[in-house]
């Protein structure tokens, strides 16, 4: 069974950081780019960030940038989220996701989901 595993989220104050991590069990994602999306409670899904399949190219919503840091190490199957400066607008529910083809920023063309893990910042 193809798993994303996302875990490290938690509550953390304004201003704190954490660091997600995204594991997949089944099957490498080894080829794939991988991305980050989060859904905050009342809102739609949103594009967080992404990264090549070998990490060469990274993209940021423009909320985050210069605050989070993509990044993968494939002989661990795992993608990491490092969250710096967290603000309370950066609560949501975190979910990394493997992409098939297309636009990094599209959910759509993410075919593998992971349960997703709760960041909470508080002011």
């Known amino acids: 069974q193809v798993q994303l595993v996302e875990s490290g989220g938690g509550l953390v104050q304004a201003g704190g950081s954490l660091r997600l991590s995204c594991t997949s069990t089944g099957r490498s994602f080894s080829g794939n780019a991988m991305g980050w999306f989060r859904q905050a409670p009342g809102r739609e899904r949103e594009f967080v960030s992404a990264?090549?399949?070998?990490?060469?190219?990274?993209y940021y919503t423009d909320s985050v940038k210069g605050r989070f840091t993509i990044s993968r190490d494939s002989a661990k199957n795992t993608a990491y989220l490092q969250m710096n400066s967290l603000k309370p607008e950066d609560t949501a529910v975190y979910y990394c996701?493997?992409?098939?083809?297309?636009?990094?920023?599209?959910?759509?063309?993410?075919?593998?989901w992971g349960q997703g893990t709760q960041v909470t910042v508080s002011s």
């Open positions: 996701a493997a992409m098939l083809s297309g636009r990094p920023s599209k959910d759509y063309e993410y075919g593998y």
């Open positions: 990264i090549s399949w070998d990490g060469e190219k990274t």
